[in-house]
């Protein structure tokens, strides 16, 4: 718990002054694009509330807080879409799959939890869009619905089970898999801003270069080196490569978000501006390294 504290701690600080240093920065490169930034910062401040009872207070706490982000991560995402009355009700039934699968969480039946999403809603969501509402955009609102329910739902709900995992180590490896994510994509961005020249795929995400990827990945390992001992219980060897696994996911789950933004709103440029810098844009990472990050631990260590 001391260690969680201290870590808090140093996370408001390093928010409060990089919410000051953008200020100073804007206020003196009045040319450069801070676009990003002013996003990250805003949006950062509003995730260390919901980290902080997820990781300070109980379990039950920590879940509920990340059930809430599930959910308006998941609206959010709905909100891109051009929907018809046809899918208002797959929508409906997509937001209750929220506290059921929670609730497996809560009750530490690892084995629903990990196939009722994938499995089960899967193969049973389609039904309330295919009754009484015809086939015309079933195939498009039900692949839809189901992404977001796997990104949003089944990716994000990992973060809550880290505790009921395991209890002892659950909320600080939490926060480390939060920082690493949140270090990682910013020192994407600000490699890119200031000395990017080769983009990974320009189509997808205009904002990563090659030398962010890559500068991602070293300066992520970095932090990861220096955490690790204070956060986690793990070797030097598995510290050192927990830096590089998110920093690769993260850049995975980024671009695949990216791509699907950019396909829903294709032509919609109002709405574009309106979410731009929402939460969705700043946990699109998470939704890939929480579950990545928490089977391999629990592959590879007893006490998951």
Do not use: C
Request: proline share 4%; no cysteine.
């Amino acid at each position: 718990m001391e260690e969680t504290i201290w870590t808090l701690s140093i996370i408001l600080l390093t928010i409060t002054i990089a919410t000051i240093l953008y200020i100073i920065a804007k206020n003196k490169q009045p040319n450069k694009d801070f676009s990003g930034i002013q996003y990250r910062v805003k949006v950062w401040w509003g995730m260390f509330i919901v980290f902080f009872f997820a990781t300070l207070f109980s379990p039950t706490l920590s879940l509920l807080s990340i059930m809430a982000l599930s959910y308006f991560a998941l609206n959010e995402y709905f909100s891109m879409m051009k929907t018809r009355k046809s899918d208002r009700r797959l929508f409906l039934w997509a937001y209750l799959m929220i506290p059921i699968q929670y609730y497996w969480i809560f009750i530490g039946w690892y084995g629903m939890f990990i196939v009722f999403i994938p499995v089960y809603v899967f193969l049973f969501l389609p039904l309330p869009r295919i009754i009484r509402k015809g086939t015309i955009g079933f195939l498009r609102s039900v692949s839809f619905t189901q992404w977001g329910v796997m990104l949003m739902v089944f990716g994000l709900s990992h973060l809550a089970y880290y505790q009921f995992a395991t209890p002892e180590y659950g909320s600080n490896l939490v926060l480390f898999l939060i920082i690493l994510t949140q270090a990682n994509d910013v020192i994407q961005y600000l490699i890119t801003l200031y000395i990017g020249k080769r983009k990974v795929i320009p189509s997808a995400n205009p904002y990563i270069t090659w030398e962010g990827f890559i500068g991602g990945i070293m300066l992520t390992t970095v932090i990861s080196y220096t955490l690790y001992p204070y956060l986690t219980p793990f070797a030097f060897n598995f510290g050192i490569l927990s830096g590089v696994i998110i920093s690769v996911a993260g850049f995975i789950g980024s671009l695949t978000i990216s791509v699907l933004k950019r396909d829903l709103l294709i032509g919609n440029q109002e709405k574009q501006e309106l979410l731009k810098g929402r939460y969705l844009s700043r946990i699109d990472s998470l939704t890939y390294t929480s579950p990545i990050f928490f089977h391999i631990i629990r592959y590879y260590f007893d006490f998951m």
